[in-house]
């Protein structure tokens, strides 16, 4: 969540040894960067730290170096820019449980006992190796697309003590921080009871008119009011969150205690994700079921495990100067603008049903809806998505419902390539460059991609074009649209045994916006109508 907006200098980063992709958080402890390491491997979080004395000691130190959990992003280098220290992090895909409480809410008690377990198991460990958090708030805990929560920032607010005036995030402060003391273990316990909390109320624990008025709540009242939770939860989830936000740090109880009182007050089930970086349409990666590993108790050792990600940094002899990447349009901007004007709603233009898929024979061929299978191309290098186009003039205006199918129906057959060979570069041909509906599959499909996955058996098509209107190069239609079962399979055996099933979904009124761009006719916008 971007705390305050980013100043012209954070934009104008660099760091040598790394290519910065884009800004993804802008905060209290500092703004972080996705980046690219120049000497290849998997991405990495930059975080510039907020200027002022930091830790270094603590921050390199081996028992944050060292600490592994799969509920944690890993600490993997400290660096220096000019005057600033930079830490370089496990990058982790998705958006903030902040971001998901802005558009949800509120969580059930299932849901939130699938997101608080295996977060406070993973502080039990890291209580359990010397580290504390000390500053959890939603903003600090990530989600992946495939709905695993991972601690950001664990012994980074330590390292900053002296350096800052207290935390920001008033609303999650532990009132014994708040009163002088220091973060402790209990604070942590604070934390994640407070995050839980929200997470059921749609309400942080302290929350007044400013910032000094949330201030005194903490300081001077009577302890966190819990009538919200007790009214709204019908379940002994209430009772532990409550727990956790006594006053008194000594009645909380330890992580660990804590976590196994979540985990045995209700029964989990999935996160329900929502908003252009997650899929609440989309099964979960096969073979990866987070509620299920919290069901079963072993959500820190069976939820997919750490990324895997480069241990060292560049070394100072190997590094030039990084580049910002030129990208078509900045992510951060698209997903405000998708937030502020249409809900992204995934491959099935759906917020609540399964997503459409095809299956992707090899790359160079493409199945059309006449189960006739063509060649793109005689060369092995043929690139997926070409050679489907069957004549289409794409910048020419339609002036028929047919015309328009025709037209989607070549956009839908390309989208349907790209999600079956990984070739991301196709989404290019469907969508504009500022499409929120790129931004949402080009998320997908890398989830997909580094799963090794990709969808077979999907036959989108367009069954009619109810109504379309043209003003200058912009169209507005108004269509229904269906698809059929499909599966997940993995990308080396498309052929082979599916990974998942997955269902379709009937006939469906869909409102798109498409532009005319310089390569033709694009999709822009579209939204299920019911």
């Given at each position: 969540m971007l705390l305050h907006p980013p100043s012209v200098h954070s934009m104008q980063r660099s760091l040598d040894g790394f290519t910065l992709i884009e800004l993804v958080g802008f905060g209290a402890t500092g703004e972080v960067w996705?980046?690219?390491?120049?000497?290849?491997?998997?991405?990495?979080?930059?975080?510039?730290?907020?200027?002022?004395?930091?830790?270094?000691?603590?921050?390199?130190?081996?028992?944050?170096?060292?600490?592994?959990?799969?509920?944690?992003?890993?600490?993997?280098?400290?660096?220096?820019d000019g005057s600033r220290t930079v830490l370089v992090q496990e990058f982790i895909p998705g958006g903030s449980l902040a971001a998901l409480l802005t558009e949800r809410s509120r969580l059930s008690s299932a849901e939130v006992v699938t997101l608080l377990t295996p977060v406070a198991e993973a502080l039990a460990a890291a209580h359990e190796a010397g580290l504390l958090h000390g500053n959890l708030t939603p903003s600090a805990l990530r989600l992946t697309p495939n709905g695993r929560p991972v601690v950001t920032d664990l012994g980074v607010w330590e390292s900053l003590r002296g350096a800052t005036s207290g935390p920001t995030r008033l609303e999650y402060l532990d009132p014994a921080v708040a009163r002088g003391g220091s973060p402790t273990t209990a604070s942590d316990v604070f934390g994640i009871a407070a995050i839980g909390f929200h997470a059921l109320t749609g309400r942080p624990p302290w929350r007044a008119d400013s910032g000094a008025a949330t201030w005194q709540l903490a300081t001077e009242g009577e302890g966190v009011d819990l009538a919200p939770l007790r009214a709204g939860v019908r379940s002994r989830l209430a009772e532990v969150i409550a727990r956790g936000l006594v006053e008194q740090p000594e009645h909380r109880g330890s992580a660990r205690d804590f976590a196994a009182d979540v985990h045995d007050a209700a029964e989990p089930e999935p996160l329900q994700l929502a908003g252009p970086y997650l899929w609440p349409d989309l099964p979960p990666l096969a073979e990866l079921d987070i509620a299920g590993e919290v069901r079963r108790g072993g959500s820190a050792r069976g939820a997919g495990g750490s990324s895997t990600v480069a241990r060292h940094a560049a070394t100072p002899k190997d590094r030039r100067a990084a580049r910002v990447v030129p990208r078509r349009a900045v992510i951060g901007a698209i997903v405000a603008l998708a937030v502020l004007s249409v809900v992204v709603l995934g491959l099935g233009w759906n917020a609540s049903k399964a997503v459409p898929a095809q299956a992707g024979g090899p790359v160079g061929e493409v199945s059309s809806r006449d189960g006739v299978t063509g060649s793109e191309s005689e060369s092995d290098s043929a690139e997926p998505g070409r050679g489907i186009d069957e004549g289409i003039d794409e910048r020419a205006v339609p002036n028929s419902p047919e015309q328009w199918s025709a037209l989607l129906t070549l956009l839908y057959q390309r989208r349907a390539v790209?999600?079956?060979?990984?070739?991301?570069?196709?989404?290019?041909?469907?969508?504009?460059?500022?499409?929120?509906?790129?931004?949402?599959?080009?998320?997908?499909?890398?989830?997909?991609?580094?799963?090794?996955?990709?969808?077979?058996?999907?036959?989108?098509?367009?069954?009619?074009?109810?109504?379309?209107?043209?003003?200058?190069?912009?169209?507005?239609?108004?269509?229904?649209?269906?698809?059929?079962?499909?599966?997940?399979?993995?990308?080396?055996?498309?052929?082979?045994?599916?990974?998942?099933?997955?269902?379709?979904?009937?006939?469906?009124?869909?409102?798109?916006?498409?532009?005319?761009?310089?390569?033709?006719?694009?999709?822009?916008?579209?939204?299920?109508?019911?």
């Open positions: 996705r980046a690219q390491p120049e000497r290849g491997g998997s991405e990495v979080a930059l975080k510039w730290l907020t200027a002022g004395t930091v830790d270094t000691e603590l921050l390199s130190g081996s028992r944050l170096r060292d600490f592994e959990h799969p509920h944690v992003a890993r600490m993997l280098d400290l660096l220096r790209a999600f079956g060979t990984g070739a991301l570069s196709v989404l290019d041909q469907v969508f504009t460059a500022d499409s929120p509906q790129l931004v949402a599959d080009a998320t997908e499909l890398t989830r997909l991609v580094n799963a090794g996955q990709v969808l077979r058996g999907f036959d989108p098509h367009v069954r009619e074009v109810i109504e379309a209107s043209v003003d200058d190069d912009r169209a507005s239609l108004r269509l229904t649209d269906e698809f059929g079962d499909y599966e997940t399979v993995p990308a080396t055996d498309v052929e082979g045994s599916a990974l998942a099933d997955n269902p379709g979904r009937g006939p469906t009124t869909v409102s798109m916006t498409l532009v005319l761009t310089e390569n033709g006719w694009r999709i822009h916008t579209a939204q299920r109508l019911e």
